[in-house]
């Protein structure tokens, strides 16, 4: 299922969600230049680099750890950065409606953190600690753990791919995102496609739905909901 929009309205303009897609965007250009596998391993997040404290590939854009944060900035491609975007785009004005724009940025790093640490110990376990991590999809699976708490009755306009099946069709919030996770933790499990850091989505999904509970919504906010 592929989202294309929502039914939530939003109170106030979501500046940090459009400030985080334009910073992942200008970074994306960044790699277009230097090249998607030195930007990897320029800044993004090595688990040995990350238990270590210390540089073992090229010089990186900060020292380790502090690559987990450069790290949810850079993607591995177009269809990457084009996926976490759109999800950001669809779920990420709400949450930071509800939470305020000071809650959603600490939230998001958060998310993004737990997400990466979660992926490096895992991939320390597997024999897998020079690969790079590299993405958002960790931070917005927080951000999509958040949006199911916050608005589990919203509905999400979805595209259903089911081999030769194309449909449109109004999905539950509660129901698309559940789905998700899901599949994330169902990748785990049986292997899912090479080089997807599903565990860094499950990570931080669970640091997203305790940290949301935690923060809690900024004052003045109240849900609204609109039905196409």
Do not use: C
Request: no cysteine.
């Amino acid at each position: 299922m592929i989202p294309l929009k929502d039914d939530n309205p939003v109170d106030r303009t979501p500046v940090v969600t459009y400030a985080l897609i334009a910073t992942n965007v200008a970074a994306f250009v960044w790699q277009l230049g230097v090249g998607i596998d030195v930007s990897a391993l320029r800044g993004g997040a090595i688990p040995y680099e990350i238990l270590t404290f210390s540089d073992i590939e090229l010089p990186a854009i900060a020292p380790p750890p502090l690559t987990i944060f450069t790290s949810m900035f850079l993607h591995g491609g177009f269809v990457h950065i084009a996926s976490n975007l759109l999800f950001l785009w669809i779920f990420g004005n709400n949450v930071e409606d509800a939470l305020g724009r000071r809650r959603f940025l600490v939230f998001y790093l958060a998310t993004g953190v737990a997400a990466a640490l979660a992926q490096t110990v895992a991939a320390a376990a597997s024999g897998d600690a020079l690969v790079p991590m590299v993405g958002a999809s960790g931070a917005i699976a927080g951000v999509l753990a958040a949006y199911m708490t916050l608005f589990p009755h919203a509905r999400v306009l979805a595209l259903i791919i089911i081999v030769i099946f194309v449909r449109v069709t109004p999905v539950p919030a509660a129901l698309f995102i559940g789905l998700w996770f899901f599949l994330q933790v169902f990748a785990v499990v049986f292997g899912g496609e090479p080089g997807v850091a599903f565990v860094a989505h499950i990570g931080g999904f669970v640091a997203g739905w305790l940290l949301v509970r935690i923060l809690g919504r900024r004052p003045a906010w109240r849900a609204r909901r609109v039905s196409w």
